[in-house]
Nanobody, 122 residues
């Protein structure tokens, strides 16, 4: 019943910005925690940012100071990305879990969107 739909990806040059959005629908008790993950070809899936039920936030070290996760009153999820680098190039996914505390552990997430591509050129 939970559905996640990402948007906002695109192609930018290094130093540029993008804002990703994820529309979240379904029972709120199935989406206590929301997160953004990314995966580049040949690389492991990486947790980018997460926000827990009570609003606590955690970021991957690689994006601290550049990315900002936020959530609106309708549970929609956002990721503002500034100072993009070529190494940020990846498919970005939003995800939801019944786990209440913010976590970057992908295996804890129950629901996933289809992803939106972010490409950053040199």
């Amino acid at each position: 019943q939970v559905q996640l739909v990402e948007s906002g990806g695109g192609s930018v040059q290094a130093g540029g910005s993008l804002r990703l959005s994820c529309v979240v629908s379904g029972p709120p008790y199935n989406t206590y925690c929301l997160g953004w993950f990314r995966q580049a070809p040949g690389k492991e899936r990486e947790g980018v940012a997460s926000i827990g039920r009570d609003g606590e936030i955690t970021y991957a070290d690689s994006v601290k100071g550049r990315f900002t996760i936020s959530q609106d009153n309708a549970r929609n999820l956002y990721l503002s990305m500034n100072g993009l680098k070529p190494e940020d190039t990846a498919m970005y996914y939003c995800a939801a879990t019944t786990f209440r505390i913010a976590t970057l552990v992908a295996s804890r997430y129950n629901y996933w969107g289809q992803g939106t591509q972010v490409s950053v050129s040199s």
